[in-house]
Every structure is written in structure tokens, then in C-alpha cells.
């Protein structure tokens, strides 16, 4: 399902792509494995939350591009490339294990920030997966950790839908994300940090808005194909 026609020209592309996407939903641009001249064109049109995947990249881009962008991990972060995003990133939306999140807390802390972070939640029917099982995430939450970090905030969860054409099979992944977070939420009681669920990209992002999703990661609608 392609939603928005691509053209060219990233900057009409942003502008075309959020007026799909209804206010209270953060448009993430996801500009990994491209150019700093597309993310400009993005940025002339207002565009300020970009994603990357990668820690080597996502450094060299936001020490060469404006400050006031706000820089979002999105990918498998391996612990060894924490320390290098931590002064760039705002928002780490991939943290699948708790070695993985009390590092990030460390990192945070060496030197002196606070950091948001969502917790990946693994729903899709697929081989190769990150993230932790519904019934996992709500174990970690229920141990109380989550008020334990100094220097990190959990504010939500992070998903997936399965990479295919079956729509039903999609609904019901968005689904079973968001149950996902209404229960963590139960758990966190009084925690006012807990309200972003990031799901949705090019092809199933209306989908994702539909079963709840606060936060949409949106790349090739965007910035065209990459190419590896
Ligand atoms: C690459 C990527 C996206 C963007 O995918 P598109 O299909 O290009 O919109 C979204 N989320 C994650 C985690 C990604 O790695």
C-alpha cells in the first residue's frame, strides 16, 4: 500500500505526508542513508525529529547539521555505541533488553543528561527480531525499574508490524502494541512520563494511527529509496 504519491522533492513530500497525520502524532522523518542536503530540504519546510539507524551516521550528521534538530536512535543499538549517540540523541526508540537500558541510564548520566527512551516491543511474525515479547516488557515494568534510572525516562513503547501485505495481520499487530502499552501503563500507576507508542512507517503508518499510535517513522514516502 503506497500512501503518498513520491516525488523529487523532499520538501513537497514532508508537506504532503503530514497532511496525512493528524495533530498529536509526531512525525518522525527518517532520513537514514541519506544525503544532509535532503535532510535540509526537510528542514526548510519545518521539519526538526529526524531518525537513524546507525550510531556512526547519526553523529556525523548532527555534528554537521543544525542544533535545533532533534535526533531520534531508531535502530538496533548495540551497547557498544551507546556512549557515542548520547550527547546528539533525544530519544532512543529501540531499547529491547535491560543490560541495554541501564547502559544507556550510565551513559546518560557520565555526562549529565536526561535521556527518553521506549521500550521495543516484538509483535511481527518474522525470523530476525529485536525487541522484548509482550509478556517480558510487562515483567521489566512490573520490577519496578523504570523508577529506578536517574538519567533516563522510559516514556512509551516502540513496534513493529509484520512486513506484508496482509492487512489483517497488521491491524493486529498495531493491536497487540498498543495492548502492550495500556498494560504497561496499568502497572506504571501514577507515572506521567508513559504516553508515546511509535509505530507506523511508509507503507502502514494511517493503519498505525488508527489503533493509536502517537509517533510515525516515516522514511522512503519522504526521502525516496535508499540504497544501500
Ligand atoms: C527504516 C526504518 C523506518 C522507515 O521505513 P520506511 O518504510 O522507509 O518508511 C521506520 N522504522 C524503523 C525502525 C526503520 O529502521
Redesign the pocket.
Known amino acids: 500500500m503506497e500512501i503518498v504519491a513520491i516525488s523529487m522533492n523532499v520538501g513537497d513530500n514532508i508537506l504532503k505526508v503530514r497532511a496525512t497525520i493528524p495533530q498529536g502524532v509526531e512525525l518522525v522523518a527518517?532520513s537514514?542513508f541519506h544525503l544532509n542536503d535532503a535532510i535540509m530540504d526537510a528542514y526548510k519546510v519545518g521539519q526538526r525529529v529526524f531518525?537513524e539507524?546507525r550510531a556512526t551516521e547519526l553523529k556525523a550528521k548532527a555534528t554537521s547539521l543544525p542544533d535545533d534538530i532533534r535526533w531520534h536512535f531508531?535502530?538496533h543499538l548495540q551497547t557498544n555505541k551507546v556512549r557515542m549517540i548520547m550527547p546528539y540523541v533525544t530519544l532512543i526508540?529501540?531499547v529491547d533488553s535491560e543490560r541495554l537500558l541501564r547502559l544507556i541510564d550510565a551513559e546518560a548520566a557520565r555526562i549529565n543528561k536526561v535521556v527518553d527512551v521506549l521500550l521495543q516491543v516484538y509483535v511481527a511474525q518474522e525470523e530476525s527480531k529485536f525487541g522484548f515479547a509482550p509478556d517480558e516488557l510487562l515483567q521489566l515494568i512490573g520490577s519496578g525499574i523504570v523508577n529506578e534510572l536517574s538519567n533516563v525516562r522510559v516514556v512509551g513503547v516502540m513496534g513493529?508490524a509484520t512486513n506484508t501485505d496482509d492487512e489483517n495481520r497488521i491491524l493486529e499487530d498495531f493491536r497487540a502494541i498498543n495492548q502492550t502499552y495500556q498494560n504497561a501503563r496499568v502497572l506504571l500507576k501514577e507515572n506521567n512520563n508513559f504516553t508515546q507508542i511509535s509505530m507506523g512507517?511508509?507503507?502502514d503508518y494511517l493503519m498505525a494511527i488508527a489503533e493509536g499510535s502517537t509517533m510515525v517513522?516515516?522514511?522512503?514516502?519522504i526521502f525516496g529509496n535508499r540504497e544501500y
Request: hydrophobic share 30%; proline share 0%; aromatic share 0%.
Open positions: 527518517v537514514k531518525g539507524s531508531i535502530g526508540h529501540s513493529m512507517m511508509s507503507d517513522r516515516i522514511g522512503s514516502s
